[in-house]
Nanobody, 123 residues
Framework: QDKLVESGGGLVQAGDSLTISCAASGRTFSDDAMGWFRQAPGKEREFVAGINFNGRMTRYADTVKGRATISRDTSENTIYLQMNSLQPEDTAVYYC????????????????WGQGTQVTVSS
């Protein structure tokens, strides 16, 4: 069974950096685009970052551009999201996703989802 398992979330202070990971299992995701969404309390899920199958194309939401870096290790079937200068408004459950292309990841179309990892940023 295909699974996306996030890890690395936690409680950090404003200004800190954090890297969260997503390990894919059950089948190879090497042909898939992957990415991250987040959902803050009382808000809709929103796209954060996406990366294509070979890691050569990345896209970011304006809210994290310049502070976030998405990367992938194809040999380990794992993607990462490093976020710097975290702010309380970054507090959310962060979800790993996989899909056919970065454009589809960005609009949330036909994606496989992980269960999420909580990131909490205290002021």
């Amino acid at each position: 069974q295909d699974k996306l398992v996030e890890s690395g979330g936690g409680l950090v202070q404003a200004g800190d950096s954090l890297t969260i990971s997503c390990a894919a299992s059950g089948r190879t995701f090497s042909d898939d685009a992957m990415g991250w969404f987040r959902q803050a309390p009382g808000k809709e899920r929103e796209f954060v970052a996406g990366i294509n199958f070979n890691g050569r194309m990345t896209r970011y939401a304006d809210t994290v551009k310049g502070r976030a870096t998405i990367s992938r290790d194809t040999s380990e079937n794992t993607i990462y999201l490093q976020m710097n200068s975290l702010q309380p408004e970054d507090t959310a459950v962060y979800y790993c996703v996989a899909g056919a292309s970065v454009p589809r990841v960005m609009v949330g179309r036909d994606l496989r989802w992980g269960q999420g990892t909580q990131v909490t940023v205290s002021s």
